[in-house]
């Protein structure tokens, strides 16, 4: 069901987790997060690092728990598209940019 009739397009579920991700040297925090793509946010200059269409490698830090285990913390490891950003607010530190990437390939996992 697209959305013009009150519906949601989505492809899968998003989940609203805030995890720090790094990319190309840049530094955000993720948003939502699904099984197809994240939408984070991140604070920088370089507007062109993030354009529609780029291929970006990336890595989001996580942790998993599970009762009556200690937690343990995730790297998820993967290339994604950049599917669309937005300007979010422009101060002397730099642009905060909205950013969606939809995964290319499934993601590596790293427990630590």
Known sequence: MSEMYGGDARRSKRLDLAFPIM???HNGETKTISSTGV????ITD?????????????QIN?????????????????NGSIVRNDIKNISSHGNRLGVA?????KLDLQMV
């Open 62 to 78: 996580a942790f998993a728990t599970t009762a009556g285990f200690d937690p343990r913390d995730l790297k998820l490891y993967g």
């Open 23 to 25: 990319l190309n040297g």
């Open 101 to 105: 990437i939809e995964f290319k390939e």
């Open 46 to 58: 370089d507007m062109e690092i993030f354009s529609p269409g780029r291929t970006i490698p990336f």
């Open 39 to 42: 939408y984070f946010e991140v």
